[in-house]
């Protein structure tokens, strides 16, 4: 079986429900969506996970605690920003508005 992925949101909303229905329904294991930053740290320091999907918009220091998390333990991560003026994280991919959930189920079923 593959290994879940992380799905991570700021706040939870209608968009991050459908992006998680539509994970699960394409056979992706997901853990989330979650909204506590130390919850989800704690998955990400103890679970085994093929990767994170991040659903911004966070505080600059907490994406940046995520991220420099992730890059210590290897995972890639997708982000999809809300914001079209966000700057891109250096290490992993985004997306920006406007986009489909299918584009971030793609993105978790292209993960080894």
Not at 19 to 46: E, F, H, N, Y
Not at 66 to 94: H, K
Request: net charge negative.
């Amino acid at each position: 079986m593959a290994k879940p992925v992380l799905l991570l949101a700021a706040q939870i909303n209608f968009a991050v429900d459908y992006v998680a229905s539509v994970l699960k329904q394409g056979d992706s294991w997901v853990i989330g969506p979650m909204d506590d930053l130390s919850q989800a740290i704690r998955v990400l320091l103890t679970e085994d996970l093929r990767g994170a999907v991040i659903i911004g918009p966070f505080r600059t220091e907490d994406r940046e605690r995520l991220v420099d998390i992730l890059a210590r333990r290897a995972l890639p991560y997708l982000s999809v920003r809300s914001d079209v003026q966000a700057e891109q994280d250096e290490d992993g991919a985004a997306l920006f508005p406007p986009f489909a959930a299918y584009q971030v189920a793609d993105w978790v079923a292209a993960l080894t």
